[in-house]
Antibody, heavy 121, light 108 residues
Framework: EVQLVESGGGLVQPGGSLRLSCAAS????????LNWVRQAPGKGLEWISH????????YYADSMKGRVIISRDNAKNSLYLQMNSLRDEDTAVYYC??????????????WGRGTLVIVSS | EIVMTQSPATLSVSPGERATLSCRAS??????LAWYQQKPGQAPRLLIY???TRATGIPARFSGSGSGTEFTLTISSLQSEDFAVYYC??????????FGQGTKVEIK
């Protein structure tokens, strides 16, 4: 089955750190660019970060730039998001999302079910 | 940054009726627009890409149209499983990739 499964969410205090993981299966992981997208409770979707298939190019949203690091391990079929200096407003469900394919197909054709991050003291 | 604006925020429709959702971009994005459906507690699902191409497995009652700055998602005859929140997303000029704020389609 083609799927993405996130893990690593949880409760963290403001200023703390968390590392999210996304495990892929059912497709050739190294053929696709990947992203993190988040959704605060009751709110809309916000793109966070993008990484190319070979990790050559990385982009971040301004809202999290300097506080997050995206990475991937193609040998392990896994995507990661290291989040530091977390704030209350980072509370959200974090989704791993696959890009559809080659440019200009920069839409998300596969999503994981998400992992919830709660930042609270 | 390209701002995406969806209207209305909430659309009340009876089953079997037609629903028309709008999405406007703050600058021209050609046809580089996608639509997603999200049900409560679930991840978003890709419906439409390239403004008008249905994704794999999406029923024909979903159709997309538009180019430039004005886009429409039409659900021709609403089924019970179509009541959800719908988001548009531009991928013409990024980063960042931006979403609209969503339109909730609810049962009238």
């Amino acid at each position: 089955e083609v799927q993405l499964v996130e893990s690593g969410g949880g409760l963290v205090q403001p200023g703390g750190s968390l590392r999210l993981s996304c495990a892929a299966s059912g497709f050739t992981f190294s053929d696709y660019d990947l992203n993190w997208v988040r959704q605060a409770p009751g709110k809309g979707l916000e793109w966070i970060s993008h990484i190319t298939r070979s990790s050559n190019t990385i982009y971040y949203a301004d809202s999290m730039k300097g506080r997050v690091i995206i990475s991937r391990d193609n040998a392990k079929n896994s995507l990661y998001l290291q989040m530091n200096s977390l704030r209350d407003e980072d509370t959200a469900v974090y989704y791993c999302a696959r890009d559809a394919g080659s440019p200009p197909d920069w839409y998300f054709d596969l999503w994981g079910r998400g992992t919830l991050v709660i930042v609270s003291s | 940054e390209i701002v995406m604006t969806q209207s209305p925020a909430t659309l009340s429709v009876s089953p079997g009726e037609r629903a028309t959702l709008s999405c406007r971009a703050s600058q021209r994005i050609s046809s580089n627009l996608a639509w997603y459906q999200q049900k409560p507690g679930q991840a978003p699902r890709l419906l439409i890409y390239g403004a008008s191409t249905r994704a794999t497995g999406i029923p024909a009652r979903f159709s997309g149209s538009g180019s430039g700055t004005e886009f429409t998602l039409t659900i021709s005859s609403l089924q019970s499983e179509d009541f959800a929140v719908y988001y548009c997303q531009q991928y013409d000029n990024w980063p960042p990739r931006t979403f609209g704020q969503g339109t909730k389609v609810e049962i009238k």
